[in-house]
């Protein structure tokens, strides 16, 4: 989102618009998680396909792809980065939680079952 401001004398108002920056397009079918990171430079997206892709603002191409769509899960319902954007979490199929090093592209946790729903 970006914030526009207009000012009328002392009264000034503030407007959420959308604007479109980059388009980002990958063979993953539909997606049903998207995230920003803190910084606002990196993005992961994940979905049907089961794997997350982490894309850098202003690149046109995928900096890691998390998790192996052949290993899946099933379709990825939500991402989250930590502060840091170092970990990337995800959440899919029947209540699996998993730890991602964005780095190494490498898996460091997953917890199997017992959660219902991620929301991030």
């Not at 992961?44 to 792809?65: E, K, M, T, Y």
Request: aromatic share 10%.
């Amino acid at each position: 989102f970006f914030f526009e401001t207009t000012c009328c004398g002392s009264t000034c108002m503030v407007n959420r618009k959308v604007h479109k920056v980059q388009e980002l397009e990958a063979n993953q079918g539909k997606i049903y998680s998207a995230k920003w990171g803190r910084s606002g430079q990196l993005f992961a997206s994940g979905g049907q396909a089961g794997h997350i892709n982490v894309w850098r603002l202003g690149r046109f191409d995928i900096v890691a792809q998390l998790g192996d769509a052949a290993a899946t899960d099933g379709p990825i319902s939500c991402t989250v980065f930590d502060q840091a954007e170092e970990i990337c979490v995800s959440g899919s199929g029947p209540g699996t939680l998993k730890v991602w090093d964005v780095t190494t592209a490498k898996l460091k946790l997953a917890f199997e079952g017992g959660h219902k729903m991620c929301v991030a």
